[in-house]
């Protein structure tokens, strides 16, 4: 439900806006220049963030290029009227120094997002979202379904690609090196 506003607001604006103490437990997206309240996941959803982030971030540091972004950190998608995203994980795979990361928002899409459904998120919204990362310049997104232990890949006018919990994610060109198996996402220590 969209917060009513007398203007629309710039990315600028809306960083400000949601970094004001009155905001701090309460999460947000910018859509065209409007302010939209989205959920705070559970913790299901955070488990397999988690797994994710870890997994992504050996991947980079074992190649020691590339980066991880986790917590929906924000991206901007669209400049006037502004759109601000923040996907649960975002992958960078070129080399940064930590001093020269932004300390707001960065000014470049990650190469891959990854989204992990929630059990309030309609399918058709989810994919509505992926498609605009992907339109916007991402190389790649994954849907990782907690639910179904399924991981899809999304690329620019492909057919999505579903992987079930006992096959392997491996062989991407965008990420070659990357291996490792769907049931990899959706596992708690000593399982």
């Not at 929906?72 to 601000?84: I, K, N, Q, T, Y």
């Not at 975002?90 to 000014?107: D, G, H, I, T």
Request: glycine share 6%; with cysteine.
């Amino acid at each position: 439900m969209p917060i009513v506003l007398t203007k629309l607001m710039t990315a600028e604006e809306f960083y400000a806006f949601v970094n004001e103490p009155r905001n701090r437990d309460r999460h947000f997206e910018l859509e065209a220049g409007e302010v939209v309240k989205v959920s705070r996941p559970g913790e299901l959803h955070g488990a397999v963030c988690s797994n994710g982030v870890r997994l992504l971030s050996n991947f980079t540091f074992q190649r020691k290029k590339g980066y991880v972004l986790s917590n929906d950190a924000g991206l901007v998608l669209e400049r006037d009227p502004d759109s601000v995203r923040g996907p649960d994980i975002s992958v960078y795979l070129e080399n940064r120094k930590l001093k020269e990361l932004e300390k707001k928002w960065p000014k470049r899409l990650p190469k891959l997002i990854v989204e992990v459904t929630s059990p309030n998120d309609r399918m058709g919204r989810m994919l509505k979202r992926i498609a605009k990362f992907l339109k916007k310049g991402v190389a790649m997104a994954w849907l990782l379904d907690p639910e179904d232990e399924t991981l899809t890949i999304f690329m620019p006018n492909r057919e999505p690609v579903v992987l079930e919990r006992d096959e392997e994610v491996a062989g991407l060109k965008l990420v070659p090196d990357f291996r490792c198996k769907v049931s990899d996402f959706f596992v708690m220590p000593g399982e």
